[in-house]
């Protein structure tokens, strides 16, 4: 394999792992917006929902059923998607998060957890 930087494949694990912990910390905050009443964004604003959000991501963040976590996590932003088509935003600027979130949930599908995880050991 062609590389620019041949000794960063050593690290190839990483990338994984930095993905898996920002949007597992990200989850974490739209639950923790939601579980305060502070939601405003698309979907449910509920207590459960938010609830549900922060379990997911706290299994994101320690890495443990990962790809379970990710489908889970990726099922919840094409909810948010939908939504914000349901509400005629879906060209938006704010939707650009929301896809890049759910690409990086996607990709922790087919990539597994990376370094540091629990599912290393399972």
């Given at each position: 394999m062609l590389s620019l930087f041949p000794s960063l494949l050593t690290y190839r694990q990483a990338g994984p792992f930095i993905i898996r912990v920002l949007l597992g910390i990200t989850l974490a905050y739209f639950g923790y917006l939601k579980v305060m009443k502070r939601g405003t964004s698309s979907g449910s604003n509920s207590v459960r929902y938010g609830i549900l959000e922060i379990f997911i991501s706290v299994f994101l963040v320690i890495g443990l059923y990962t790809q379970l976590a990710a489908m889970l996590n990726a099922l919840i932003l094409l909810i948010k998607l939908v939504?914000?088509?349901?509400?005629?935003?879906?060209?938006?600027?704010?939707?650009?998060?929301y896809v890049l979130l759910l690409v990086m949930a996607i990709s922790l599908i087919f990539t597994g957890a990376g370094m540091f995880a629990f599912d290393l050991a399972i």
């Open positions: 939504f914000k088509a349901k509400e005629k935003a879906l060209f938006s600027d704010g939707i650009n998060y």
